[in-house]
């Protein structure tokens, strides 16, 4: 029980952190994804290596729409609305975060330690051979408070 709690608050922080990306326009809406019954967007930028989404026109007002869509993420991410619910990672070396939750139609994440450390054991199964996981720094990474 302990361990949930402790990863609901780092899933919380990393939530807050990606609202204040948000706001502080470091990253932004990179594209709108679908899946059965629900939608997702996701957000990236320069920060994450990808250009910045910029609209076409050169108007007054130029990429308000978008800064009202990242206000509105954030205030959804801050409020609990929302999540961060994994990273897209592409070809060319440029990763996008991926926003959904109940209000978007998609079931609230919710970590589950058994499947966290079923996750831990094959990701050592799949790199052993290749490369070397320092145990000790692993030790100190999961260190609690």
Do not use: W
Not at 46 to 64: D, M, V
């Amino acid at each position: 029980m302990k361990d949930t709690l402790i990863l609901r608050d780092i899933q919380r922080d990393i939530d807050i952190i990606v609202a204040s990306l948000l706001l502080t326009g470091q990253i932004t809406l990179t594209r709108v994804y679908f899946g059965p019954g629900y939608f997702g967007v996701t957000v990236g930028g320069p920060l994450t290596g990808a250009k910045r989404l910029e609209t076409k026109f050169n108007g007054p007002g130029k990429g308000l729409s978008i800064d009202v869509i990242d206000i509105l993420l954030a205030l959804f991410l801050i409020k609990d609305l929302i999540n961060v619910v994994g990273l897209f990672i592409a070809s060319d070396a440029t990763f996008s975060i991926s926003v959904s939750g109940p209000l978007f139609g998609r079931a609230k994440v919710v970590p589950i330690f058994k499947h966290l450390k079923n996750n831990e054991t094959a990701l050592k199964n799949i790199v052993k051979d290749g490369y070397f996981i320092h145990n000790e720094l692993l030790k100190e990474l999961k260190k609690t408070k």
